[in-house]
């Protein structure tokens, strides 16, 4: 056994001159002249650690050395150091440091001496407190010594940055100590706070004012708001500002009923909206008893910006007496101002008893768009009661209050379900569907009415708004110009399906879209500059007036039995509905040509047949 211990003893006592050989090279091609073999060096001094630190110091402070090997030690070093701060390593973190300072505290050029520092600021402890105290009297130094002091936990680090302060007579550099103090956030240092703020310093009386909001005690925040009265206007403004921290770290700390009166302080005596804004918003979330009505007052405050943070807050806000507060505003309000109170209504989800009369009342006025806002308050509300007014609101002969609707419906209809009314809430539900235009909707409206259990295909919601599904393509068959000036299908003749036309042969088309869209830029290619034709045939079961309501992307031309309806010239992007036109429909099947021209982008085009009072025709399509 004596002997085994014996012969590892020597294999590692003759590893370590190859080990530490092994090192020295890697740290010499630090001095390459070559880019890549520097960066790789980098690379592989890492592993080495902080055993690395001498040779990479002696390379940085070789004036003979090349600027390239110079700045690839530098990277080294700091990959070295940073490395030494990964978790677990606080053995090779202490010694990191210590070679750091043992460098530091020989003379050596300035540039090198800060750059020791910044390092030291990431590694540094309570050992490196005294160097960099002494430092703090070096004017060349002081600042970079500052800064790692302000990075260093511990007391100590604070107490060495308190004595320079006080020792301190230059404005610049006391206000820089302070800023330093205050980023520390430590206790202790309120009472050297509390002294600055009388400073006859003026640039150091502010930066005590500014960093004072760190300091939540009773004493600094007498004295702020003592400044925030007498002081000077940028003192004034500063120290409202360090009263609206304190005022936060109170409400965080729960110190509800300390903050609240700050709070309200602020927002009676703010120098700036901001600051009023601020002590508003403050008092929303440490909710006394007037809070409620205090915001609500607030929305006709005569500053906007104000006005506005009370109006985001009442969204957000969960307050006793507030949904009461709102309907008493309602009925003295006007104008844009009432408005407003009606949507927030719709946020008052735990009082639906006391909002939903006001909000029924608002619908069954005449004015649309008071209709239209009570709507989305409804939706907001999410209450079973309301189903009835989105009924009425879905037939409304006015766009903004359908739409209004049909983004209520959703979240009335789940509330439905919940009471057990899933069969209104899917009649409901149908009724928006066939009155969505816009794709979103009619997405958001397929999921509800799957939720709600109901076995939906995007061609049958396509097929019960009227929309034409079953298409025959022919395109691309010539440029968009040609086509303006002439046909090359005869729209008179019966469509021979299996003729061929300048190459190209007509596709069948079975759309699997909600809204009918049909994709001519997927279908027959992204071609700009050129165009083709759609046709369709749909049965009518009597000879009727219909109405076509077309959409493309870009020139469309529509012929119902060879009669052209209607024709439309010019680039746009595609909406659903965007033309109307008449046709006749015969008894029996009816020929449906389009010619469709794409300029550039997209090639679409959609076709709803309807009654003329716009209830869709669900025609059987072949």
């Known amino acids: 056994m004596k002997r085994t211990w014996l012969t590892v003893l020597a294999l590692v006592v003759l590893a370590l ?134 990075q260093i936990p511990g007391n100590e680090a604070t107490a060495a940055l308190e004595r320079a302060f006080t020792q301190a007579t230059d404005p610049q550099w006391k206000s820089a100590l302070l800023l330093a103090i205050g980023a520390r956030k430590q206790p202790r240092s309120a009472k050297v706070v509390l002294g600055a703020l009388k400073s006859a310093q003026p640039e150091v009386r502010l930066t005590a004012i500014t960093v004072a909001g760190e300091f939540p005690t009773s004493e600094i925040q007498k004295a702020l708001q003592q400044i925030a009265q007498k002081g000077s206007e940028k003192e004034k403004e500063a120290a409202q500002h360090s009263l609206a921290r304190i005022a936060e770290r109170l409400r965080r700390s729960a110190a509800a009923g300390q903050a609240a ?168 539900a149908r009724t928006a569907l066939e009155k969505a235009r816009d794709r979103e909707s009619v997405i958001r409206l397929v999921g509800v009415l799957r939720s709600l259990g109901m076995q939906i295909s995007a061609k049958d919601i396509a097929i019960q708004q009227g929309m034409v599904v079953n298409w025959w393509v022919l395109a691309p068959v010539a440029e968009r110009n040609l086509l303006r000036e002439r046909e090359l299908v005869n729209p008179d003749a019966p469509i021979d399906l299996q003729a061929e036309v300048n190459g190209v042969r007509w596709r069948r088309i079975e759309l699997d879209d909600p809204q009918g869209v049909l994709d001519l830029w997927l279908i027959a290619g992204p071609r700009e500059n050129t165009g083709g034709y759609v046709y369709a045939e749909v049965y009518s079961d009597t000879t009727q007036t219909a109405t076509l309501k077309i959409g493309s992307d870009d020139d469309v031309t529509c012929w119902v039995n060879g009669q052209k309806v209607h024709e439309f010239v010019g680039d746009r992007g595609l909406t659903i509905d965007q033309d109307t036109a008449t046709a006749t429909l015969q008894q029996g099947w009816n020929r449906i040509l389009c010619k469709v021209l794409n300029g550039s982008d997209g090639w679409q085009l959609t076709l709803r047949i309807t009654a003329p009072d716009g209830k869709p025709l669900r025609l059987r399509q072949r």
Not at 88 to 101: D, F, I, M, V
Not at 313 to 334: F, H, S, T
Not at 377 to 385: K, N, Q, T
């Open 17 to 150: 001159p190859s080990a530490c050989q092994n090192m020295e090279q890697t740290v010499q091609k630090l001095r390459s002249p070559d880019d890549n073999t520097r960066r790789q060096a980098i690379e592989e001094v890492a592993p080495f650690g902080v055993k690395a630190i001498p040779a990479l110091l002696a390379i940085i402070e070789n004036p003979s050395a090349e600027p390239g090997a110079v700045m690839a030690a530098k990277m080294a070093l700091e990959r070295v150091v940073y490395q030494s701060t990964r978790p677990g390593a606080t053995a090779e973190r202490k010694s990191a440091e210590q070679a750091l300072l043992a460098r530091l505290r020989k003379p050596a050029p300035e540039s090198l001496q800060r750059f020791l520092l910044r390092l030291i600021t990431v590694v540094g402890t309570s050992q490196s407190v005294p160097t960099l105290q002494k430092l703090l009297g070096d004017k060349t130094l002081r600042e970079p010594a500052r800064m790692a002091l302000e």
């Open 261 to 428: 009166a700050l709070f309200r302080w602020l927002y009676a005596n703010g120098k700036t909206p901001a600051l009023r804004s601020a002590g508003l918003s403050g008092l929303a979330h440490t909710s006394n008893a007037d809070t409620a009505s205090l915001l609500v007052k607030a929305l006709e405050h005569p500053n906007p910006a104000i006005a506005s943070t009370a109006y985001s807050l009442l969204q957000e806000v969960r307050l006793p007496g507030l949904a009461e507060a709102l309907v008493v505003q309602l009925q003295r309000a006007r104008g844009e101002q009432r408005l407003r109170l009606i949507d927030l209504l719709g946020y008052q989800s735990g009082s639906p008893g006391v909002v939903l009369p006001s909000l029924l009342k608002a619908f069954s006025e005449n004015d649309p768009k008071v209709k239209a806002v009570a709507l989305v308050a409804m939706g907001r509300l999410r209450h079973a009661d309301t189903a009835s007014a989105l009924m009425v609101a879905l037939g409304h002969e006015n766009e903004q209050v359908r739409q209004a609707a049909i983004d209520a419906v959703p979240g009335v209809a789940f509330a439905l379900q919940k009471q057990g009314k899933t069969d209104v809430a899917t009649v409901l």
